[in-house]
């Protein structure tokens, strides 16, 4: 058990959550920010003003969490959970628009019931890319993926990461039977910035680390 703790304080010594935090905030003012002028000037369902709403408001953190895994990479010390977490989230920024893209296309009503889970990619792809890059980088840390997977049930942020992704998408369903449509850009930056959960997981870890 004393090994156990040991191990877990030596990996949050050097995890730097707490560098993640502070980038979620700035992507949902600037996503709402967007979203309240495009409405001011008209252009309340404009299919690329909501790209670039749910974009900012709901991947807005996710661009700073790359740019500072591109720091990280070159520094000289070893790899990170919270690095490798940022470059998960980074590869996970284009899913959603693909997703948007052919939906559109394929005549989904974006505004309904049917397009809840529109905002999901949106605001959670990029956690999902962070769940499996923090699952890889489990497995390169101790070399089988059965020593991975135990690491990661017992990893309180990717635990938190996992919860995340499963909870947000019946929130998302839920509002929309209840009635809730983006039909302006200012509902769909909140409808984004609420499904934008992805500050928990790191704060879950900047507490561990604080705790340790």
Not at 52 to 70: C, D, K, M, N, P
Not at 169 to 189: D, E, M, N, W
Request: glycine share 10%; net charge negative.
């Amino acid at each position: 058990m004393e090994e156990f703790e040991e191990d877990s304080e030596e990996e949050f010594e050097t995890e730097n959550f707490s560098e993640l935090i502070k980038y979620t905030f700035p992507g949902y003012i600037i996503g709402l920010m967007t979203g309240v002028l495009l409405d001011v000037y008209g252009y309340q369902r404009s299919p690329i003003g909501q790209w670039l709403v749910r974009t900012l408001a709901g991947e807005g953190e996710s661009i700073f969490e790359g740019f500072y895994s591109v720091k990280q990479h070159f520094k000289p010390s070893a790899q990170t959970m919270a690095e490798a977490y940022g470059w998960g989230k980074l590869f996970g920024i284009a899913v959603p628009w693909v997703i948007d893209l052919g939906s559109r296309l394929a005549g989904v009503d974006v505004y309904g019931i049917e397009g809840f889970y529109i905002p999901y990619f949106y605001s959670l792809s990029d956690q999902i890319g962070a769940n499996i890059s923090g699952m890889l980088f489990l497995k390169r840390k101790e070399g089988t993926w059965d020593a991975a997977f135990e690491r990661y049930i017992r990893h309180p942020v990717m635990l938190a990461s996992l919860a995340v992704i499963f909870i947000v998408p019946l929130g998302l369903l839920s509002s929309r039977v209840l009635g809730f449509s983006p039909t302006t850009q200012t509902f769909t930056a909140l409808e984004a910035i609420a499904a934008n959960l992805c500050w928990i997981p790191p704060l879950v870890g900047w507490y561990v680390e604080r705790k340790k």
